[in-house]
């Protein structure tokens, strides 16, 4: 009896663990139940979105690039197909071997270290692009087709560039340079600045991937769009006509431009170089172009600074004429040399020029007429004047590296050296020597501008941006003195460059000056000394040649500001090129 | 040994019959996770049901007193068992779980947590005629379960070595230990939890860390996690429907046939699913248990309590996994992992509820 009551006791304590075992097991299934509300039910979307995301892979399609055209719609960079040897790791276990049997069959000369190495990485269905195949290759291809299981040939596109004389102002493309870019991008002048215009818009397939990245059905396609084009106002005959007339062996440039609108018809540098190039991944020209010391790079048009030397000269002789420290009648007597102080600021002309007006001045390019100017002129309204008149200005027209150049002032003088300006300085200043530093552009928008009457359009290579002006009115009497001056340089006996209405005389008549650029100050007793033009100056120290002109004369449409690096006078080389492109723009009226 | 066969018409036939369904949805649940296909899972799995069935129904007809008898022997073999694993063992993936008997890769450690239940049931049988059972009489079948405990987690298998240790303890607790003892236990393994810590294996570690924090390696070992979260929460309330389910077709989810086979069922059936599948299977836990309150025998109720008890525990564990609200230990989904010794050892102890369930007490069977 006793045991059985201990029993029934036991049973008891057994029946009231049960129940309370039963209620932990309750409780843990209400958690369990609850977590699983928290799922399902209150962050469905979330977790609906994670498996939507987990689900699909967007696979972008490159867009086509815009084309570039030029004026006459004549086409300058466009796209073209280019093939390639793509591996996909999916389809065959043994891709490594396959891509070193490639190697070695088409001598790819492959990184096969690099390749196995970033293979690993990659997706098994997405293809690896091993490196581009040539025709020839692809034939070889072909022919041992059989052995390659996980090699295919994929097309993609390039960029195609037809003429290379355009490379300096279109620039090229480059490969992408952050993991975010999926497509090669412009890296050098237009194409760099008109990316976004040029670029496009990605396509994008949307397709049901599994976890290995494996397509299972494709959803939709967004079809890519291609970019836009770009129609620029440079003139495929002129320039490529353009740049057969700058001297092979020398370093020069010749600028085009258009009076009316600022519009840029051809810009040629030389020397120059293929963009193609870079498409076609054609290393070793890469690497002997961006180690070549002549620079074919820098487009000396835009890159490229120099001292103007005489063709400023008309800014000199506008200041006089709004200071009124001059005016068309007044003369000067040149004896072949003016002096300052104690020094001697000599003419090109040794013998003089006798008695000097300003027409005279411009026309026979007359130094000491400029320097008995400037021992009356502030420097700082010559500053002013040439700022106005487009120089000391930096075009936004989408090039790379283009340069604002010098045009010296007080201001500047104290903030860069240090020391305060001497009139001297204004002497050499005046006939466009000194610290002076302009672009062949820069200084046929200064010509441009005074053709203009002081307000200017500003250069223009897009076609389809607006033209627009800018500068401030001269006065026209001052104007028709000048242009006046700068037709007789060409049009008059004893001009600078008359020699041009002689030797071409069916030539479009044009107006212009000449100007020889100092690339070393000569010393004063050198230049008494007879034999300082024959002598044998070393050639990267001998002058460089400039010409500014404009066609026709008397009624302006066509501007060439044209240099040539060392090439000496400017009457000797720069203008007779100047007047050919000149003729060969208004004859065939680009 | 056997009983006689009219005994079968007292059958608890509502509980077989849970039985079934719950089998049958986990052969669903395997058709889909192979993306529709019977092959290789769910044929397998049925063909292993139908292979185990006569044993099945031998169990059922078995004399409970001839299993009350052979506790010990069991206990033994599930030792060697152990042993054997340990020394002779078939190694997969990192740990030595199987031993191969007549051409089948067994865990024994499934079948450790029947015997050991069995035996400590027969253990506090024979303890019944005592009061509360003092502290000194515990501390055997602790010892024991402790033992076993190690057996298994140093093969490593810390998932059913857990499941073990806690069976042992739930007969211990549920045998009437006084209630002082088992909160002074928590308290000490807590305590010194810090120090377990530092016996744990490098993966082990690195699972719990990656369950507290799955964003710590998400391509890698918290991909299991953040993978089934996702294929569970994208069911929704109704679920994405039979077949339906992306992340598990697509391949997404890692071990969608074993651990993970929730996240399948859950993606297909949504939250409404979730919870009748959790409302069957504690049904199934509480018939037997109901069962206990009629009868006297300490060894009957410690054996359809705590045996009907480790089938819900395993399921309620498996799905926490599942859901990111335990660690990832390894714990077979009863009747819907697809594995051959979990649904042996989850047969058996269904077989042994049905039997048990159909005692008459007013027969005395232990003298």
Same mark, same amino acid.
């Given at each position: 009896m006793e045991k059985n009551k201990t029993s029934e006791d036991s049973i008891k304590i057994l029946n009231r663990r049960s129940f309370i075992i039963i209620i932990f097991g309750a409780i843990l299934s209400i958690i369990v139940s609850l977590r699983l509300f928290s799922l399902q039910v209150i962050n469905f979307n979330f977790y609906k979105k994670k498996s939507v995301e987990n689900k699909l892979s967007i696979k972008l399609t490159p867009p086509l690039r815009g084309d570039i055209y030029d004026s006459k719609k004549n086409l300058l960079a466009g796209s073209s197909s280019l093939y390639e040897f793509v591996v996909f790791k999916n389809l065959s276990k043994d891709h490594l071997h396959e891509i070193k049997s490639l190697d070695s069959l088409i001598k790819l000369k492959l990184n096969l270290g690099e390749i196995s190495k970033q293979l690993k990485k990659y997706n098994e269905y997405s293809g690896f692009s091993l490196s581009r195949a040539s025709w020839e290759q692809i034939v070889e291809f072909e022919k041992n087709k059989f052995l390659f299981n996980s090699i295919k040939i994929i097309e993609s596109k390039k960029r195609y560039y037809p003429?290379?004389?355009?490379?300096?102002?279109?620039?090229?493309?480059?490969?992408?340079?952050?993991?975010?870019?999926?497509?090669?991008?412009?890296?050098?002048?237009?194409?760099? @600045?008109?990316?976004?215009?040029?670029?496009?818009?990605?396509?994008?397939?949307?397709?049901?991937?599994?976890?290995?990245?494996?397509? +299972?059905?494709? #959803?939709?396609?967004?079809?890519?769009?291609?970019?836009?084009?770009?129609?620029?106002?440079?003139?495929?005959?002129?320039?490529?006509?353009?740049?057969?007339?700058?001297?092979?062996?020398?370093?020069? &440039?010749?600028?085009?431009?258009?009076?009316?609108?600022?519009?840029?018809?051809?810009?040629?540098?030389?020397?120059?170089?293929?963009?193609?190039?870079?498409?076609?991944?054609?290393?070793?020209? +890469?690497?002997?172009?961006?180690?070549?010391?002549?620079?074919?790079?820098?487009?000396?048009?835009?890159?490229?600074?120099?001292?103007?030397?005489?063709?400023f000269k008309p800014i000199s002789a506008l200041v006089g004429l709004q200071r009124k420290l001059i005016d068309s009648k007044n003369e000067v007597f040149?004896?072949?040399?003016?002096?300052?102080?104690?020094?001697?600021?000599?003419?090109?002309?040794?013998?003089?020029?006798?008695?000097?007006?300003?027409?005279? !001045?411009?026309?026979?390019?007359?130094?000491?007429?400029?320097?008995?100017?400037?021992?009356?002129?502030? +420097?700082?309204?010559?500053?002013?004047?040439?700022?106005?008149?487009?120089?000391?200005?930096?075009?936004?027209?989408?090039?790379?590296?283009?340069?604002?150049?010098?045009?010296?002032?007080?201001?500047?003088?104290?903030?860069?050296?240090?020391?305060?300006?001497?009139?001297?300085?204004?002497?050499?200043?005046? #006939?466009?020597?000194?610290y002076n530093q302009t672009s062949p552009l820069q200084l046929a928008t200064l010509y441009s501008a005074i053709l203009n009457g002081g307000k200017y359009p500003i250069p223009k290579l897009d076609k389809n941006t607006p033209t627009r002006f800018t500068g401030k009115l001269l006065n026209n009497e001052h104007k028709k003195i000048i242009v006046n001056s700068?037709?007789?340089?060409?049009?008059?006996?004893?001009?600078? !460059?008359?020699?041009?209405?002689?030797?071409?005389?069916?030539?479009?008549?044009?107006?212009?000056?000449?100007?020889? &650029?100092?690339?070393?100050?000569?010393?004063e007793s050198e230049r008494e000394d007879d034999e300082y033009k024959s002598k044998e100056i070393e050639e990267r120290f001998k002058d460089h040649s400039v010409f500014v002109g404009y066609a026709p004369y008397d009624k302006p449409k066509y501007i060439a500001s044209v240099i040539i690096e060392n090439g000496g006078s400017g009457s000797a080389v720069a203008a007779p090129i100047a007047h050919k492109v000149l003729n060969f723009a208004y004859k065939n009226n680009v | 040994?056997?009983?006689?066969?009219? @005994?079968?018409?007292?059958?608890?036939?509502?509980?077989?019959?849970?039985?079934?369904?719950?089998?049958?949805?986990?052969?669903?649940?395997?058709?889909?996770?192979?993306?529709?296909?019977?092959?290789?899972?769910a044929a397998n799995q049925l063909t292993r049901f139908l292979f185990f069935l006569p044993l099945f129904f031998l169990i059922i007809m078995l004399e409970p007193k001839f299993i009350y008898n052979f506790a010990e022997i069991f206990l033994i073999l599930v030792l060697i068992g152990l042993i054997t694993t340990l020394i002779f063992g078939y190694t997969g993936m990192g740990a030595t779980r199987w031993i191969r008997i007549a051409g089948f890769n067994l865990q024994v450690s499934e079948f450790t947590k029947i015997a050991l239940v069995i035996s400590m049931a027969k253990y506090f049988h024979k303890l019944n005629a005592e009061k509360t059972i003092g502290l000194f009489k515990s501390i055997l079948p602790l010892v024991v379960s402790i033992i076993f405990f190690i057996l298994v987690a140093i093969q490593p298998d810390l998932g059913t070595a857990v499941i073990i240790l806690a069976l042992g303890l739930v007969v211990i607790f549920y045998a009437g230990i006084k209630l002082i003892y088992p909160l002074l236990s928590l308290g000490a393994i807590l305590s010194i939890s810090p120090i377990l810590w530092t016996f744990l294996k490098p993966y082990q570690q690195n699972r719990i860390q990656i369950f507290l924090n799955p964003d710590l390696d998400p391509l890698g070992k918290g991909y299991h996690i953040i993978q089934s979260k996702i294929a569970i929460g994208s069911g929704?309330?109704?679920?994405?429907?039979?077949?339906?389910?992306?992340? &598990?077709?697509?391949?997404?989810?890692?071990?969608?046939?074993?651990?993970?086979?929730? !996240?399948?069922?859950?993606?297909?059936?949504?939250?409404?699913?979730?919870?009748?599948?959790?409302?069957?299977?504690? #049904?199934?836990?509480?018939?037997?248990?109901?069962?206990?309150?009629?009868? &006297?025998?300490?060894?009957?109720?410690?054996?359809?309590?705590?045996?009907?008890?480790? +089938?819900?525990?395993?399921?309620?564990?498996?799905? @926490?996994?599942?859901?990111?609200?335990?660690?990832?230990?390894?714990?077979?989904?009863?009747?819907?992992?697809?594995?051959?010794?979990?649904?042996?050892?989850?047969?058996?102890?269904?077989?042994?509820?049905?039997?048990?369930? @159909?005692?008459?007490?007013?027969k005395r069977m232990f003298s």
């Open positions: 003429y290379q004389n355009f490379s300096q102002i279109i620039g090229y493309m480059g490969q992408p340079t952050q993991s975010s870019e999926l497509y090669s991008k412009g890296v050098f002048h237009l194409e760099r @600045s008109y990316e976004k215009h040029l670029r496009g818009t990605s396509g994008k397939i949307f397709s049901e991937v599994n976890a290995k990245g494996k397509t +299972i059905r494709e #959803i939709s396609i967004e079809k890519s769009i291609k970019g836009n084009d770009l129609d620029l106002t440079l003139d495929l005959t002129l320039q490529n006509y353009a740049q057969s007339q700058l001297p092979l062996d020398k370093k020069g &440039s010749i600028v085009v431009i258009s009076v009316s609108d600022g519009s840029i018809l051809s810009m040629n540098s030389n020397p120059t170089f293929d963009a193609q190039i870079f498409e076609d991944r054609e290393n070793t020209k +890469i690497k002997d172009l961006l180690n070549d010391d002549q620079k074919p790079l820098l487009n000396r048009a835009f890159s490229g600074f120099y001292p103007p030397g005489s063709v040149c004896k072949g040399h003016s002096s300052l102080g104690d020094r001697n600021y000599y003419c090109w002309k040794k013998e003089g020029h006798g008695k000097v007006n300003l027409k005279k !001045a411009i026309k026979e390019s007359c130094d000491v007429y400029f320097y008995e100017l400037a021992k009356k002129t502030n +420097i700082d309204d010559i500053a002013s004047l040439s700022s106005n008149l487009g120089l000391n200005k930096e075009y936004d027209i989408g090039l790379s590296n283009i340069g604002k150049g010098l045009v010296p002032s007080k201001k500047w003088k104290k903030a860069f050296l240090d020391e305060s300006w001497y009139q001297g300085e204004t002497l050499i200043t005046c #006939i466009g020597q000194g700068l037709n007789a340089v060409v049009q008059e006996p004893r001009g600078t !460059a008359h020699k041009l209405s002689i030797s071409n005389p069916e030539f479009v008549k044009i107006g212009g000056k000449t100007g020889t &650029s100092q690339v070393i100050r000569i010393k | 040994m056997f009983r006689e066969f009219k @005994s079968i018409y007292n059958l608890n036939w509502i509980y077989l019959f849970i039985l079934l369904i719950i089998f049958w949805i986990g052969e669903i649940n395997l058709y889909s996770a192979a993306g529709g296909s019977f092959d290789p899972w929704g309330l109704q679920g994405n429907g039979f077949l339906e389910g992306s992340q &598990s077709s697509l391949d997404f989810l890692p071990e969608k046939e074993t651990d993970f086979v929730f !996240a399948i069922f859950s993606e297909q059936f949504g939250f409404t699913g979730s919870i009748l599948l959790i409302s069957l299977f504690f #049904i199934m836990f509480l018939i037997p248990v109901l069962k206990t309150y009629k009868l &006297s025998q300490v060894f009957n109720k410690i054996i359809l309590f705590v045996l009907s008890f480790k +089938i819900f525990f395993e399921f309620l564990i498996n799905i @926490s996994m599942t859901i990111g609200i335990l660690p990832v230990v390894g714990v077979a989904l009863p009747f819907m992992s697809y594995g051959g010794s979990s649904l042996l050892s989850n047969l058996i102890i269904c077989a042994l509820m049905l039997n048990f369930m @159909s005692i008459n007490e007013r």
